[in-house]
């Protein structure tokens, strides 16, 4: 049963602005920062993949989409984070 647009369009939304404005930046500023960051855009790429499972969306489309949408707040933390760095 596919999710509703409306609930995975919620979390997208969600995900791509809270994670890659306000979570990733931190993450990325500790120690093990990246290894959170990997585990989460691995976790989203799956959530994804499973919003569109039930459409008639090619397979590979599919996977593609969901990477690109899953390291999608990973580039815009990359860059908050590094505008946000103390410069020397």
Known sequence: MPVP???AGSITIVALVGLGIFVYPRWLQR???RVLVALTTAALAALFHWFDGG???EPVLRVALALLWALAPVFVGTIVARLGAPRT
């Open 5 to 7: 647009l409306w609930i």
């Open 31 to 33: 120690t093990r920062g």
């Open 55 to 57: 459409r008639s969306t």
